[in-house]
């Protein structure tokens, strides 16, 4: 699986990186996410250092 593969290159960086996985009625689809993080400023400054060093585009979002 490519989202394994990007969770070990992640993990490698240093980033607590884990993949989920979504299952819809179509297909079964795979997240890549990293953290947690409890400050959501910490969150949108690693969010913005994974896509600089790792051309990987994200978002910041709270998990319930």
Sequence with gaps: KSADALVV???L???TAFAE???????TDYKVRIGPEI???KAIEL???V?????LDGFVTTQD
């Design 21 to 27: 996985t979504v299952i819809s009625a179509n297909s």
């Design 9 to 11: 290159k992640l993990q």
């Design 39 to 41: 400050d959501r400023n």
């Design 51 to 55: 896509k600089t060093e790792h051309g």
């Design 13 to 15: 960086a240093g980033l």
């Design 47 to 49: 969010a913005r250092k």
